[in-house]
RNA sequence: GCGCGGGUAGUCUAGCGGUAGGACAACGCCCUUCCGAGGCGUUAGCCCGGGUUCGAAUCCCGGCCCGCGCACCA
């Protein structure tokens, strides 16, 4: 069995384990171990703070597993399901639009119909030679049963994005039906991959944080633009021409489509920066047009380089409004929002003004119909007679039973469907490649050692204490304030086994900033020393201030001798 | 899904028809005042299922997993 020598690190360390290993595994599917689970929380909150708090958002969590009404409306029932033919004799499986279109130059609709057709029409044969089975539906959703017996059909999400948008209308009511807003999810998603592979790259059941910012159409900025306009950002548009550019120059120039996907674009870097990408091995690559999925107009991919090549954690894409105008259409419910005018408009208009009384008695129990029909005509001139439709049936009216007239009716604003920019993170890829990005090694005291070199905020184990001795009263000590720093909030670890050296090493390896060692002269004067992992320098601290010493250097990048005498330095 | 290569303690590896050996790690005890020290001891393994054979980790078939190539990747 081949592993890269990182991943046999996260299987050993307990950052990450194959999913029923005990029964044989299976693909595409991975267990978040103690070490990599508490990462992955961690980078969960930063992305929090950075999406939610930060952005006039709220985060809501719906069912994984969907009805199939929802992914019909999506479109997710229709795209996500390919029609695959597969060759009698080689075995290969081709999408049949991708093949067809390749062999004849045909464009055929993604139906086993269809394709069925065009294949029997073309005597389509496989590049071996051979001869097509029949055509069949390929689906990457996974499909469920709710409910007893034949039951109800169900998929599992694909996306949580979906039921963000099912509950829009409570969610504009909820924002006071004032845009822009935006509503976050972190949660499960599942797509049932053909041949799922690379480790974590590519799961059948994986984490998503997403965000659907709903704006108004010809509103596509963010009033907090100016943060990021100044960063200078890699970019690969969508000709494969590379820019190093600052945001508001790409703005400019016509390169990002509009300020707001700028925005998303400046505040992922930054989020993605602060967790442990490497700036040097992250840019922003535009969706070609034949790239995008079925329901964007544009696309900027964030790509990692890691030892699987640059590979996608964040897609951020302008999703306009497909998702709610089908959602509206398949529902039957009005899933737009009225924006007031900042001041009313006054429109002339020519309108029909029916006569009740003369209509009533002709019309009897259709007469309240006709009028509502002959109420949304628009007119131009004054018409002898117009026809209207009522219940299917064409009706002629003569001007005997309306009038027209020309009024000024004051407009306060409009109904309009929002245009939603998405923001979506694969948080198994993101973790992952935090980790690539943290490994190193250097030569300590002659001796190659290897170093996990997290920022300090997402270190799953934030300190270690150590007893410099394996035996009392150093052990003591050492429980006690490993007691003290857990009731302040501090993920502490305590370990007393082979020398202190090994344990060091041990901490270097799973990525822990900062160790504490209990030594003889504690027992003297009541300090201890702290070790910064990158540096393994030492300085001597009085032991009641370890908490607030150790608060502050989680969460800031200040060196350790800003905090007491060096002890030791390498 | 197809093709090629692989799967032996937690990890790495030897064995390749005759009852599985090592290194490192882990655990316990001893020793040790600061960067994978030492001594003694302990735990722990042939991916799963079938076949061939007196006998299978070893040969054959199927499955699962891992790596690579093709295809797929809304």
Redesign the pocket.
Known sequence: ???SEI??ML??RGYLW?SFEI??????FIDYAPLGNNLRRKIENIWRRYFVINERAAEIDTPTIGIEEVFIAS??AT??T?VAI?CES??????AD??VKEKLGIEVDETVEAVKEVMDVYELKCECGGKFKDPAPMN?MFSTTIGPGRGKKGYLR??TAQGMFVDFKRLANFFREKLPFGVAQIGRAY?N???????VI?LREFNQAELEFFVHPGEKKHPNFSLYANDVVKLVDKFDNEHEISLEEAVEKGIIANQILAYFIGKTRRFLLEIGIKDEKLRFRQHKDD?????ATDCWDAEVLTS?GWIEIV?IADRTDYDLKRHSKYSGEDLSVFVPYDEPVKVRKRKIVPILSKLGPVFRQKAKKVAEALESLNVESEPEEVEVEVDGEKIKVTKEFFEVQDVEEEVVGEKVIPHVIEP?FGLDRITYSVLEHSFGKDV??G????VLRLKRWVSPIEVAVLP????EPFESKAMEIVHTLRENGIFTDYDD??????R???Y??IGTPFCI?V???TFEDDT??I?DRDT???VRVEVSKLPEILKELLRSERDITEFGEV??Q?
């Open positions: 069995m081949h592993m991943m046999e299987i050993r194959q029964y044989g595994g299976m693909a595409g479109g997710h795209s996500f390919d597969e080689c075995g290969r499986v081709y999408r991708h093949y990457l694909p996306e797509r991959e053909i041949s799922p592979r690379q480790g590519r790239e995008r999925a079925h329901y699987y897609g979506s300590v005291d001796e190659e050692r290897r410099l001795l394996s035996r086994s082979g020398s202190i050296g090994r060091y090493r041990r270097d390896e060692t030594d003889h002269q201890v020393t070790r393994t320098a030492q002890f030791r390498v």
